[in-house]
C-alpha cells in the first residue's frame, strides 16, 4: 500500500485497536484485529484510520503522550507472547481475571475499558512475558531484538531511559526528578544506563514486540488491499521522552518547565478558551536544525501508516500561545508558524507526504492556502453540516475532490447520540438534504459521505452500528474518554452487505 495516491476514491472506517474485543481488558494487536480486517474487506472497505498509537498520557489519552515515536504498550497483544512460550495460560488467566473478557463468552455488556485495572494488569503481564524472554529467547530472537534496537536508537534509547527514569521517580515528573537527571548531565546519564539497565531492556523489548505486532498487521491488512490511516498530534506533552531529550525544541526555562502552553483562545463554544497545556516549539530553533525532529517524526509515523492524518493543521500557520502561569486561554497571542518551511523540509527529505490536513475549528484564508499549497486534503464532518442553511460548507454540495469526509470524527457524538440531542432545525433540515427519516439517519449520513466528490470517505464504527451517545470516543474537555469498546455478537451479518453496496455503488 506504498506510494499512496489520493485522487483513488476510497472508503473507510475509524476505530481505535482499543475497541476491539479481546479476552485481555481492552483492544489490541491480537486476533481480534486481522478479524476486524476481515469484516472490512467483506464490507468492500479499503481504508482503516485509528487514532495516535503512541502511549497514552492524563486522562488516557492517545493525544498527550510520553512519546511521540514509542508505540502504545497497552496495545502488544498476549497471544504471540503465549505462542513463543514467554507467557503461560496459566499466567494469562490469573492477570486478567478481573478483567472483563469483551468477548462472545463473556455475559457481561463490557462496552468501556477500566483503566485504572488494566495498567497494572498489563504491565505486569509484559514483564513476566520479558522474564520469559530472558530465560528461554533463541539466539535468533535475542540477535533479533538487539539488531531493531540498533536501527531504532536515535529514539528508543531516549525513549527506554526516559521509561525507567519514570518508574523510579513516579508520580514526579521530569522536572522533579534530581537535577543531574532533569538537566541531562552526562555523568548522571551515564549512571542511570548501569542503575537501570534491566528496566531498560524491559522498555525496548515491549517496543520491539509492539513495532513486530503492528508490522503484520499492517501486512495482513495491505495484502487485502486496505490501507492503514494513523493520526499525528501536533504538540507533544511536557512530561515525554521528547521534552526532556531535547528541551532546547520547546518553549522552557532553564529548569525544563514551560514558559507558554498551547491552547485555543475564547470562542463560541468556551468563554474561557481552552489550555490544552502542551508545550509549544521553539520554531526558531527546529528551522536551524533543518526541521530534523519532524522529518524523524513524519518518517516513522509513516513506517506505521499508509496514510497520516495531522491533528490541527492551523497550528503551523500560528497558534495560540498562553502564559504558562495562566489556568485559562484568555490571556494568550497569537505566534506564527513554521508554515511552508515545514512542509518543504519534509518533502525534500521524504518525497510525496500522503498526509490527511485537519483543518476544523475557526479557519483562515492563510490556513487554506497553506493547505492548497501543500496540496494535502482537508476535513469535512457531516454532523456539523446542517446548523445553518445551504451555504454551509460542510454540506456535501460544497465539496472538492481533494477532501475527505466523516459522518463523525472521534471528537464528535455518534450519528444517532448527535441526532437525539441536536436543535430542531438541524433535525428537519437534515431530513429534507438527506431524504431521510428518524431511525436511519446514520445509514443516510453514511450515503451522503459514500457519494459525494470528496476521494476518501470514513465513517466511525458506531455509526455503522447506529449506537447513542453512550457509545462515543471522546466528550471534549471531559474525563473518563476514551475506552469504549464493542463486541462481535453486535454486528448482524447484514451489516457488511449493506455497507458494500453503498461503497460499490458510489465508485469507492
Not at 492517545?62 to 514467554?86: I, K, Q, R
Not at 473478557?101 to 463490557?110: A, E, L, M, W
Not at 495484502?223 to 492503514?228: E, F, H, P, V
Not at 449520513?445 to 464504527?461: D, P
Request: hydrophobic share 40%; with cysteine.
Amino acid at each position: 500500500m506504498s506510494n499512496f495516491v489520493f485522487d483513488q476514491r476510497r472508503a473507510g472506517v475509524v476505530l481505535h485497536p482499543t475497541s476491539l474485543p479481546g479476552p485481555h481488558g481492552s483492544g489490541d494487536f491480537g486476533p481480534d484485529a486481522c478479524r476486524f480486517i476481515d469484516w472490512l474487506h467483506s464490507a468492500g472497505q479499503t481504508l482503516w484510520q485509528t487514532l495516535p498509537l503512541g502511549p497514552i498520557g492524563p486522562g488516557d489519552s492517545p493525544y498527550m503522550g510520553s512519546s511521540a515515536f514509542a508505540g502504545n504498550p497497552l496495545l502488544v497483544a498476549f497471544e504471540p507472547l503465549l505462542s513463543e512460550g514467554w507467557v503461560t495460560p496459566a499466567q494469562l488467566n490469573a492477570g486478567f481475571a478481573d478483567l472483563d473478557r469483551c468477548d462472545d463468552t463473556d455475559p457481561i455488556p463490557c462496552t468501556h475499558i477500566h483503566y485504572p485495572q488494566l495498567v497494572p494488569a498489563r504491565l505486569t503481564m509484559l514483564r513476566a512475558a520479558f522474564d520469559g524472554f530472558l530465560s528461554q529467547a533463541s539466539a535468533v530472537d535475542r540477535d533479533f531484538l538487539a539488531a531493531w534496537s540498533q536501527a531504532e536508537r536515535s529514539w528508543l534509547d531516549d525513549y527506554a531511559l526516559f521509561m525507567a527514569l519514570d518508574q523510579a521517580h513516579s508520580p514526579a515528573v521530569w522536572t522533579q526528578w534530581p537535577s543531574p537527571l532533569a538537566l541531562r548531565d552526562p555523568r548522571a546519564l551515564a549512571q542511570a544506563r548501569v542503575q537501570y539497565a534491566d528496566e531498560i531492556n524491559f522498555w525496548q523489548f515491549v517496543q520491539w514486540q509492539f513495532e513486530l505486532q503492528w508490522s503484520q498487521i499492517k501486512v495482513y491488512a495491505n495484502d487485502k488491499g486496505i490501507g492503514l490511516v494513523g493520526d499525528l498530534p501536533i504538540f507533544v506533552a511536557h512530561h515525554s521522552a521528547d521534552c526532556w531529550a531535547r528541551p532546547d525544541l520547546y518553549e522552557l526555562d532553564s529548569t525544563g518547565h514551560p514558559r507558554v502552553v498551547a491552547g485555543v483562545p475564547p470562542d463560541f463554544f468556551s468563554a474561557t478558551g481552552q489550555r490544552w497545556g502542551n508545550p509549544l516549539y521553539n520554531w526558531s530553533a527546529m528551522r536551524a536544525d533543518g526541521y530534523r525532529w519532524w522529518i524523524d517524526r513524519v518518517k516513522r509515523q509513516l513506517k506505521l501508516a499508509d496514510v497520516v492524518r495531522i491533528d490541527h493543521f492551523r497550528g503551523f500557520v500560528d497558534y495560540w500561545e498562553i502564559p504558562a502561569d495562566r489556568s485559562t486561554a484568555e490571556v494568550g497571542q497569537w505566534r506564527a508558524g513554521p508554515g511552508d518551511a515545514l512542509f518543504d523540509a519534509l518533502k525534500r527529505a521524504l518525497g510525496p507526504l500522503p498526509i490527511i490536513a485537519e483543518d476544523l475549528g475557526i479557519i483562515t484564508p492563510e490556513v487554506t492556502a497553506l493547505r492548497v499549497r501543500t496540496g494535502f486534503p482537508g476535513m469535512r464532518v457531516l454532523e456539523f453540516a446542517f446548523g445553518g442553511d445551504d451555504s454551509n460548507t460542510f454540506l456535501p454540495h460544497h465539496y472538492e475532490p481533494n477532501s475527505v469526509v466523516y459522518t463523525g470524527t472521534h471528537d464528535n457524538d455518534t450519528v444517532t447520540g448527535w441526532w437525539q440531542h441536536c436543535s430542531e432545525h438541524e433535525r428537519a433540515f437534515a431530513m429534507r438534504y438527506l431524504n431521510c427519516n428518524r431511525t436511519d439517519v446514520h445509514w443516510a449520513m453514511i450515503r451522503a459521505g459514500a457519494f459525494s466528490v470528496a476521494n476518501m470517505s470514513f465513517c466511525q464504527f458506531q455509526d455503522i452500528l447506529g449506537l447513542d451517545s453512550s457509545h462515543r470516543m471522546n466528550t471534549p474537555g471531559t474525563l473518563g474518554c476514551w475506552s469504549w469498546r464493542f463486541k462481535w455478537s453486535w454486528i448482524k451479518p447484514s451489516l457488511a452487505a449493506q455497507l458494500a453496496q453503498i461503497t460499490s455503488a458510489s465508485g469507492r
